[in-house]
């Protein structure tokens, strides 16, 4: 795609949000699309941030995120704000109208999901420097998984059923675990899935049956199970609410801490299956290429 059909594609797809979206807290005038390769992206970036949201902290992960090809970065400024996508990631032609969709629901949560403010304003959840990590955690998880219930919502052709990303959930959710520490991608995107298949409910009504999604019979795995459910419990209630992009501090906070309960025990869960803590920290050694010489 030319950056000209990009620009075009995006300007289509901004107006097709704000006629899907009520009340939309922005206009046509107020969202400034910019593009630009990997190479270019965290430069673009900051030179953003400055323009539409100067007291953005930029911390050292955001270079290495944006250089590796994200889709799409929002900045979130008073009046305009800018979205950034990458022009270089596969399927970007078949997949620009979600991410840019998925951009714009950033947007439009930040200036309506607390009254006249924007919750990473309000409780410096924005920045692991300047937050508690449970509400950091929380937040992410849910911006993320807001942003991507919507963009499915309204730019993709039908649901999927669950037996087609059964197995992909089971393994994103094998991924949250203690270290590596940043997993709540993964978690988010077995979230989303598990939310949005085909007769969903019917889907979470069963997430505490053995074998279903996390096998076992034992008391890690009960655990494992139980502490997933509370997760999508809480989503799942959020999200049947008149308003679901309308948060508080207790409902971020209390969806971290049910992820980090999550995490624990799944990591408990998969030492289990490993054969014990020893055998699971060998095999992270050597998955990292770490040695008893190093």
Known sequence: MTITEMHERAERTLQYFLESMPDAPFGVSDIVFDFA?????????????????????????????????????????KSKSAVLICTKQPYLKANIRRIIFHELMHIYCAKTEVDNEHFIDVYGSGSPYE???ILHDGYFIWSEFVADYYADLYTRQGQLSFESC????????AEVIIFPKDN???????????LTVYKAESVINRLTEPDFIISGNSEKAHSTRKMLDECIQLLHRQMQ?????????????????AYSSFKHCNTYFRYEQMGGIETALHAYAEQMGITEEN
């Not at 992009?245 to 209390?254: D, P, Y």
């Open 166 to 173: 059964r197995d992909d959930i089971i393994n994103c959710l």
């Open 241 to 257: 609410t008149d308003k679901p992009w309308k948060i508080n501090e207790e409902f971020v906070f209390l969806l971290g801490e």
């Open 131 to 133: 937050s508690d990590e």
């Open 184 to 194: 709540r991608r993964y978690f988010e995107w077995a979230c989303l899935n598990l």
């Open 37 to 77: 390769p990997p190479s270019r992206m965290f430069t673009r970036y900051k030179a953003l941030c400055t323009e539409y949201r100067p007291r953005e902290v930029i911390l050292p992960e955001h270079k290495e995120q944006l250089a590796n090809g994200i889709g799409g970065q929002a900045i979130i400024g």
